[in-house]
């Protein structure tokens, strides 16, 4: 048995140094054709250090690396939009919504950004208008966007605090490159100091808007900028979103477009004072006059295709025919609020042309 035990481990020991030997001749065979392929002598191997890159190197390489991007990119990356210079803040609309943004969609923004709150108000604003939003969230982010994406946005919204690179950074590296010089840039800050806006202005900045963001203001920057996107099927789009369906009314007046506008006319002549008079018939209880006005005005609502006030004064009206009238105490604010909205609609659509 001690025999058996002794063949066993004679046994292995041949093995493993038949595999040891093998394994070393291989690893020499792989080191001499390397040697000879290469032409290195074996030094070179156990010498090399890695290759270190000066500052002033990196940022040459960078320069070069941009130079060369562009130049490939150069029949995609011309602009044909000229910008508007503002050398001030815009005004703001105060009868704006977030449905009014509709007529931009198909514009593509980027916004450059550091702030999560203020980034959610913009998206909020505009995630139902078609527009399409890219975030940066600092300078830097924004300049390798406008490569990525190969310049293919129609604004720029820089904020000036920033970290990474702050907007003065970016702004004026974004107008050093001549295939962005066209693309306009509004800057959105909580500076309101003249020394301030002149150096934003001056690095190229065509204009800005002031925190906190308001809508009307941001309105008029995009009209300003993204004008060229609005269309009649855009505007149509718009208005509906505030309850006027004008395909359904020009329908309902077989098409005849000058017949349905006089009795849009007319309805904002018969109905703009109930805004103010309607909630004071609603707590002063004058069912009979309410249900005499929701009677009339509900046919007139469906001709015209407004349909969201057509809803809401076929509930009053049942509300008073059923004399429920402690239930009516929800459309003193409903009520003018959705006329209001609909005579914005009408004299939006009116004015068109």
């Known amino acids: 048995m001690l025999y058996l035990y002794l063949l066993i481990f004679i046994l292995i020991f041949i093995i493993v140094i038949t595999y040891l030997y093998f394994t070393s001749k291989l690893i020499e065979q792989k080191a001499y054709y390397e040697k000879k392929l290469f032409n290195l002598p074996e030094k070179t191997f156990k010498e090399a250090k890695p290759i270190v ?26 602009k044909k939009i000229t910008p ?67 310049n293919s946005f129609d604004l720029i919204l820089m904020d000036i605090n920033m970290p990474v690179m702050d907007g003065y950074e970016a702004t004026k590296r974004i107008r050093d490159n001549h295939y962005f010089k066209d ?15 002149n150096k934003m202005l001056k690095l190229g900045v065509d204009s800005y808007i002031t925190k906190p963001l308001k809508v009307g203001q941001l309105y008029m920057v995009l009209s300003t900028y993204l004008g060229t996107y609005t269309a009649e099927i855009s505007l149509f789009e718009s208005i509906k979103t505030e309850g006027l ?16 506008k006089q009795s849009l006319r007319e309805f904002v002549v018969l109905y703009k004072n ?43 009206k049942k509300i008073y025919i059923y004399k429920t009238e402690h239930r009516a105490i929800e459309f003193i604010e409903i009520f003018p609020e959705k006329l209001e909205r609909l005579i914005h609609a009408i004299e939006r659509y009116l004015s068109h042309r």
């Open 53 to 78: 890159i000066s500052k002033k190197q990196k940022e040459k390489l960078h320069i070069i690396e941009n130079k060369s991007l562009t130049e490939n990119l150069s029949p995609l990356l011309e």
């Open 84 to 150: 508007k210079k503002y050398e001030h803040t815009f005004r703001e609309n105060k009868n704006i919504t977030s449905a009014d943004f509709i007529i931009f969609k198909g514009s593509k923004i980027l916004l450059v950004e550091d702030n999560f709150i203020n980034q959610k108000i913009f998206i909020s604003i505009l995630n139902k208008s078609g527009i399409k939003i890219i975030l940066a969230n600092n300078g830097q982010e924004a300049i390798d966007l406008l490569f990525n994406y190969r």
């Open 183 to 197: 693309t306009p840039i509004v800057a959105f800050t909580a500076f309101t100091q003249g020394k301030e806006i």
């Open 245 to 260: 369906d004008i395909k359904y009314g020009l329908t309902m007046a077989n098409d005849d477009e000058d017949g349905y």
């Open 274 to 316: 109930m805004i103010e008079t309607m909630p004071k018939w609603i707590e002063a209880k004058e069912s009979d006059r309410i249900l005499f006005v929701c009677t009339n005005m509900g046919d007139i609502l469906k001709y015209i295709g407004a349909y969201e006030l057509q809803d809401i004064v076929f509930r009053m």
